[in-house]
């Protein structure tokens, strides 16, 4: 497979997850947790210094998300109390996450397909899998992304942390895996990423 559809393979499955959630689009603000997370609740409207203290110090209903009261505060920000743009949001962060477990299953697929060079000089360069790995990697991404359970976190605002979170917890495999795939041990800057992403996972 040639590089360039490679690299469009993830795009691809980026888009088709976020084309599958399309109607939640049409959604609004639940009577669940929605109407006591942003119709009751003024912290997070926006991105001041009083907005921003409120994020990093709030335990509202008894979580701690700054950083994911930072994306809706972002909300805020574009679009007011508009609910299409924070499902807009949501897609794009599901359809994010789509495109990243791709790439994480792609790196897993051409390791467990080359196991003779595991720990072998040529790790520097590792291979980069054929038609049947990239496949393999569209099929498991696409599988985990349009399944059933994905609507909860896709369509009910409220369960935005769980896309942030999972868009985090993804760039820290990926840097785990990108650093212990091209070197003899897990060290310096791919560590560090690996470790920071994990850290906003959790502030997610």
Partial sequence: MSRLRRALLPVLV?????????PALDGGFLDWDDDRNFL????????????????????????????????????????GMDPWGYHLGNLLLHAANAALLFVVAHRLLVVAANPEREGG???????????????????????????PLRVESVAWITERR????????????????????????????????????FAAALGS
């Fill in 121 to 147: 000089d040529d790790r520097t360069h590792p291979p980069e899998g054929g038609v049947a790995v990239s496949l393999g990697a569209a099929v498991a991404a696409l599988l985990w992304a349009l399944h």
């Fill in 14 to 22: 980026g888009i088709l997850a976020f084309v599958a959630f399309l």
């Fill in 40 to 79: 009751w609740n003024t912290g997070y409207r926006g991105l001041g210094l009083r907005d921003l203290q409120w994020m990093f110090t709030a335990t509202w209903m008894g979580h701690y998300i700054p950083l994911t009261w930072l994306t809706f505060g972002l909300n805020h920000a574009l679009g």
């Fill in 162 to 197: 769980d896309l942030l979170c999972g868009f985090f917890y993804l760039v820290a495999v990926l840097a785990y895996l990108q650093g212990a795939t091209r070197q003899h041990s897990l060290t310096g800057r791919w560590l560090v990423a690996s470790l920071v992403a």
